[in-house]
């Protein structure tokens, strides 16, 4: 659950929906590559100010629900969470560099949406879901924590 964030003199609660297609549009999420990418994403919200509030999968495509500070601008959060994520998944699940023709990991586009705190984010969860024909959610984070 999304959750105001105080610091020196402002208060936000910016919160952005990322949808990252894998490269070709290749079917590569699988169990194992789904469990690296929710470990990748849980120790990057340990590292920077980005919390992920929810993460699914879909065969070729990832969908985000991320909560981070105004210092941090859209380009940023995805350059970093493109690079790592693709980083970690090709060093741990070297099978995909195969089906990915040795290349790279994400294409080079994405979508991105603000998500507005009241009424909009059990909207945006649900729609979330109902994408694409199997769907997983990977991580969910409902509880309340300091940032």
């Known amino acids: 659950m999304s959750e105001y964030i105080h610091k020196s003199h402002n208060v936000t609660v910016l919160m952005y929906h990322l949808v990252f297609p894998a490269k070709y549009r290749r079917a590569v999420f699988d169990e194992r590559v789904d469990e690296v990418l929710k470990e990748v994403c849980l120790e990057i919200s340990e590292r920077y100010q980005i919390k992920f509030l929810e993460i699914g999968t879909d065969k070729d495509h990832v969908h985000f629900l991320v909560q981070s500070v105004p210092t941090y601008s859209v380009t940023r959060i995805v350059t970093l969470l493109k690079s790592l994520t693709a980083r970690e998944i090709f060093r741990r699940c070297p099978q995909v560099k195969k089906i990915l023709w040795g290349g790279e990991f994400w294409t ?3 979508f991105a949406s603000t998500v507005g705190k009241h009424g909009d ?8 879901k109902n994408q694409g024909k ?5 991580h969910s984070d409902h509880q309340l924590a300091l940032f």
Request: net charge negative; charged share 30%.
């Open 121 to 128: 984010e059990a909207m945006i969860g649900r729609y979330v």
């Open 134 to 138: 199997e769907y997983h959610k990977l």
């Open 108 to 110: 080079d586009g994405y």
